[in-house]
Structures are given as C-alpha cells and as structure tokens.
C-alpha cells in the first residue's frame, strides 16, 4: 500500500511540473504567426494609450518600452517561442514626473536597469518617440552600486506604436 501511495504522489508531481514547464514560457498562451500580431494583441491586452519603442539589446532581446498613460511607463518583452511570437510584462508600472529609474529581468534572465531623464543628451541617452523623456538602458542591475561606468545596451530602436 506504501509503494502505491509513493507512485501516486510522485506521478501527481509529474504532471504538475510538466503542466507548470508547459506554462512557463508563456503564462498567457497568446502565441501568434508573426511580431505585428503579437505586438497588437499587447497593446490591445495592456489597453496602451501611450506610445511603445521597441529597443532591441545588444544582445538582441526585443524590450518594449511602454507609455500606458501619461507619465506612465513599464516594460515588456516581445519574444519567440517554440509555439511563434509572444509578448510578456516585464516590469511594473512606474508613475515619473522628471524622470526614473528601475532594474528588471528579461524573459532569457538577463539584467538591465533603465533610465528616463528628461533633455539628458549624452551617455548613450536616447530620445523616445513621444519625445517626453529620453532612455538609457544598461547592463546588470546598477541602481544601488556607485561608481559604476554605464555603457548603453541599446543596439537599435523603432517605434511600434505613437
């Protein structure tokens, strides 16, 4: 009787973690044939009234910098699974009056922290579509460490959405 109660418990474990690996790259299911549907199904699930710029890393990971309303922004991932396209939250969202800052993870598990100052035009600042505020994207996490050189991890930038 102990050996079944030990193999239903270990195949009841089985299937969790198989069903919990199935979810795991893609929490919300939404997988689509190409980037542009991917990309208007995040605006339509995120209800975005702002604009979006999509930065792509240098280490080519499509991050999406996100105007939700006014002064509001977060960060999301466009990102390629085994099923096609597929987008995903990658920050909360951060109310700014002059400018910010934040640390995040990317869904590959890479370290970024980004910056937003407004009229900043040096260090590898780039200026977003709504023109508002302009960008600085870094590797690691920096906020906390002093006298650190941040180099820009920005290889390009597009506008998907102003």
Not at 76 to 85: S, T
Not at 103 to 123: A, P, S, V
Not at 132 to 153: D, M, P, R
């Amino acid at each position: 009787m102990k050996g079944i109660k030990a193999f239903i418990a270990v195949s009841l474990l089985g299937i969790l973690l198989a069903g919990l690996s199935a979810c795991g790259e893609n929490d919300k299911g939404s997988y689509f044939s190409n980037e542009e549907e991917a990309l208007k199904h995040f605006i339509q699930k995120e209800d975005v009234k702002g604009n979006i710029d999509l930065v792509t890393t240098v280490k080519d990971e499509k991050l999406l910098v996100t105007q939700t309303r006014e002064k509001t922004y977060f960060v999301g991932e466009l990102a390629k699974g085994k099923n096609g396209y597929y987008t995903e939250r990658i920050s909360d969202n951060v109310a700014m009056e002059d400018g910010g800052s934040w640390e995040l993870n990317t869904l590959g598990g890479n370290e970024y922290t980004i910056y937003f100052e407004k009229d900043k035009e040096d260090l590898g600042y780039i200026q977003l579509s709504n023109g508002e505020y302009n960008t600085l994207l870094v590797k690691g996490h920096t906020i906390t460490k002093k006298g650190l050189t941040l180099t820009s991890a920005i290889k390009r930038v597009e506008v998907v959405k102003d």
